[in-house]
T-cell receptor, first 112, second 114 residues
Framework: EDQVTQSPEALRLQEGESSSLNCSYT??????LFWYRQDPGKGPEFLFT???AGEEKEKERLKATLTKKESFLHITAPKPEDSATYLC?????????????FGQGTTLQVKP | EAQVTQNPRYLITVTGKKLTVTCSQN?????MSWYRQDPGLGLRQIYY???????DKGDVPEGYKVSRKEKRNFPLILESPSPNQTSLYFC?????????????FGPGTRLLVL
């Protein structure tokens, strides 16, 4: 069964304390893995797309990496404004489908 | 401004009363999709559309209908809403569904079915 699992469910960090969020997946025919940020009461906001194992993307304090089984979102020296829920999603299947599976998210809280 | 709009933003209704949630995008995107978000279950895809007149089921399509008659609009129809459809609904769009690059999400519609 196609599945996307994120861990941990919740993470509390002190400002400046680096850490990583995990997204593991088991799907047939990975076509893309996406990271989103979601603030309370708002729609998800796109962060990164990764297409093949070994690929890395960076944006400010965030860095996303991809292997054949999982992706990591590394947060370096986080600030309180990085507090949000981070969602991972996987596009899978044939090239004619737009199916997307989301993980349940990791809620990050960064304390000053 | 590039955006996805949804209406209404909040809706309280009763079981069995048909309703439509509208979704519109101004970016000339081919791909549009509907999701519901529930505590503990995350975001789940209801239906998606690769282009005009092309729609397909996501993971939780039961009880919902969609249509894509125009490129910019993708309404979600609940013919006979039930309490288990109480949820937060998001519409999203992307340039192409073949490789989902940046997907833009709407602000959400919070639905309560009594």
């Amino acid at each position: 069964e196609d599945q996307v699992t994120q861990s941990p469910e919740a993470l509390r960090l002190q400002e400046g304390e680096s850490s990583s969020l995990n997204c593991s997946y088991t799907v047939s025919g990975l076509r893309g893995l996406f990271w989103y940020r979601q603030d309370p009461g708002k729609g998800p906001e796109f962060l990164f797309t990764l297409y093949s194992a070994g690929e890395e993307k960076e944006k400010e304090r965030l860095k996303a990496t991809l292997t054949k089984k999982e992706s990591f979102l590394h947060i370096t020296a986080p600030k309180p404004e990085d507090s949000a829920t981070y969602l991972c999603a996987v596009q899978h299947g044939s090239s004619n489908t737009g199916k997307l599976i989301f993980g349940q998210g990791t809620t990050l809280q960064v304390k000053p | 401004e590039a955006q996805v709009t949804q209406n209404p933003r909040y809706l309280i209704t009763v079981t069995g009363k048909k309703l439509t949630v509208t979704c519109s995008q101004n970016m000339n995107h081919e791909y549009m999709s509907w999701y519901r978000q529930d505590p503990g279950l995350g975001l789940r895809q209801i239906y998606y559309s690769m282009n005009v007149e092309v729609t397909d089921k996501g993971d939780v399509p039961e009880g919902y209908k969609v249509s894509r008659k125009e490129k910019r609009n993708f309404p979600l129809i609940l013919e006979s809403p039930s309490p288990n459809q109480t949820s937060l609904y998001f519409c999203a769009s992307s340039f192409s569904g073949r490789r989902l690059e940046t997907q833009y999400f709407g602000p959400g519609t919070r639905l309560l079915v009594l």
